[in-house]
C-alpha cells in the first residue's frame, strides 16, 4: 500500500515555491580523468554529438529534441589496458552491476572512468531546498537521496517539452513542475520533473546507498 507522506511531502516542494528560479545552484560536479578529446571520437563513432557543458554535465544530442545527460564519476579504477600507454582511445561500454545499470568510459591504458545519471535542470535542487528538504547527491551512483522520501535515480534521457507541459510551467511561477508519472510494486513513486530544458524521470524506490552528507536547505555542495 502507498505510503501517502513521502508522497504528500515530495509533491509540496513543487506547489509552495513564489518567485521565478533565476540561475539557481548546482552542486559541483567532478572532472573527467580521461582523455575527452578520446571520448568525444569514441561518442561520435556511434553517430551522436557530444558536449561538455560548462556545469560539467556530459550532453548528447540524440535527436528529435532529446537528450542523453550524465556525469563523470569522481571514482575512477583500473581495468585492464597497458598500463605505460596514455589515454588515447575510449570504449564505451554497459556496465548492468548493482545498483543501477550505467556507462563506462574505458581507456586503452586501463583507466575507466563510470559515466553515471545526473539531474540535468538545477531548478530541481532549488524546488527542494525552497521546501527545506534534505537530499545528498551521489558522485560515485548517481542517487538522489531525498531524506525522509525516496532514494531516487535520475533519468539519462531528457524528453523536450509537450504542448501541454509548457502550458503547466506557464501557468505556475516556480518555473518546475513535479507530477507523479507512475507507482512501482511496493508503492514506490516514479516522478517526472518538467523544467524550461525538458522532462526528466526520477525513478523511486530504488536501493538505499549513501554517498554523501545531506545538504541542508540552501547549501547545495559537493556529494560523495
Given at each position: 500500500?502507498?505510503n501517502?507522506?513521502?508522497?504528500?511531502?515530495?509533491?509540496?516542494?513543487?506547489c509552495?515555491?513564489?518567485?521565478?528560479?533565476?540561475?539557481?545552484p548546482?552542486?559541483?560536479?567532478?572532472?573527467?580523468?580521461?582523455n575527452?578529446?578520446?571520448?568525444?571520437?569514441a561518442?561520435?563513432?556511434?553517430g551522436?554529438?557530444?558536449?561538455?557543458?560548462d556545469d560539467?554535465?556530459l550532453?548528447?544530442?540524440?535527436?528529435?529534441?532529446?537528450?542523453?545527460v550524465?556525469?563523470?564519476?569522481?571514482?575512477?579504477?583500473?581495468?585492464?589496458g597497458?598500463n605505460?600507454?596514455?589515454?588515447?582511445?575510449?570504449e564505451?561500454?554497459?556496465?548492468?552491476?548493482?545498483?543501477?545499470?550505467r556507462?563506462?568510459?574505458?581507456?586503452?591504458?586501463?583507466v575507466?572512468?563510470?559515466i553515471?545519471?545526473?539531474?540535468?535542470?538545477?531548478?530541481?535542487?532549488?524546488?527542494?531546498?525552497?521546501?527545506?528538504?534534505?537530499?545528498?547527491?551521489?558522485?560515485?551512483?548517481?542517487?538522489?537521496?531525498?531524506?525522509?522520501?525516496?532514494?531516487?535515480?535520475?533519468?539519462?534521457?531528457?524528453?523536450?517539452?509537450?504542448?501541454?507541459?509548457?502550458?503547466?510551467?506557464?501557468?505556475?511561477?516556480?518555473?518546475?513542475?513535479?507530477?507523479?508519472?507512475?507507482?512501482?510494486q511496493?508503492?514506490?513513486?516514479?516522478?517526472?520533473?518538467l523544467?524550461?530544458?525538458g522532462?526528466?524521470?526520477?525513478?523511486?524506490?530504488?536501493?538505499?546507498?549513501?554517498e554523501?552528507?545531506?545538504?541542508?536547505?540552501?547549501?547545495?555542495?559537493?556529494?560523495?
Open positions: 500500500m502507498l501517502s507522506k513521502p508522497l504528500v511531502l515530495f509533491l509540496a516542494a513543487a509552495s515555491i513564489g518567485g521565478a528560479f533565476a540561475d539557481p548546482r552542486p559541483a560536479l567532478p572532472a573527467p580523468v580521461v575527452v578529446e578520446a571520448l568525444f571520437a561518442i561520435e563513432n556511434m551522436y554529438i557530444p558536449t561538455l557543458r560539467g554535465v550532453e548528447l544530442d540524440m535527436g528529435n529534441g532529446e537528450r542523453f550524465g556525469k563523470f564519476s569522481a571514482y575512477p579504477y583500473r581495468y585492464g597497458d605505460t600507454a596514455e589515454c588515447s582511445t575510449i564505451i561500454v554497459e556496465l548492468e552491476v548493482s545498483p543501477q545499470l556507462y563506462a568510459a574505458r581507456c586503452n591504458n586501463g575507466n572512468q563510470d553515471i545519471p545526473t539531474v540535468d535542470n538545477a531548478a530541481f535542487y532549488t524546488m527542494l531546498e525552497s521546501d527545506g528538504l534534505q537530499y545528498s547527491i551521489g558522485n560515485r551512483y548517481g542517487t538522489v537521496f531525498v531524506k525522509d522520501i525516496d532514494v531516487f535515480y535520475p533519468d539519462y534521457y531528457v524528453r523536450p517539452l509537450q504542448d501541454r507541459d509548457r502550458e503547466l510551467l506557464e501557468s505556475g511561477t516556480s518555473g518546475t513542475v513535479l507530477r507523479v508519472d507512475s507507482i512501482n511496493g508503492g514506490s513513486v516514479n516522478y517526472e520533473v523544467t524550461a530544458t522532462r526528466q524521470l526520477f525513478f523511486g524506490g530504488r536501493e538505499v546507498v549513501i554523501g552528507e545531506f545538504i541542508p536547505a540552501g547549501n547545495a555542495a559537493n556529494g560523495d
